[in-house]
């Protein structure tokens, strides 16, 4: 079973967008935006779980960005 939740770390990806891994499982997606990356989250969490033992609540841990991180 896999808990009550899963917890995952974004981050703006340096070719734009945001990436997400979830924390304890091999999960991983992108998306565009913010909005689109919950999405993503959840049809990967779908599709990692079957459906008894799929955590109830995902968590989405933003880091923040750095005002003087380099950009391409």
Do not use: W, Y
Not at 14 to 23: C, I, K, Q, T, V
Not at 31 to 46: I, N, Q
Not at 51 to 66: G, M, S
């Amino acid at each position: 079973m896999a808990g009550t939740e899963i917890i995952f770390s974004v981050q703006e990806s340096p070719e734009g967008g945001f990436e997400a891994r979830a924390l304890g499982f091999s999960i991983f997606t992108q998306a565009d935006t913010l909005e689109e990356l919950k999405a993503m989250v959840e049809d990967s969490v779908r599709c990692h779980f079957e459906p008894q033992n799929a955590p109830r609540l995902i968590r989405l841990h933003v880091a923040p960005t750095l005002p003087n991180s380099p950009r391409e």
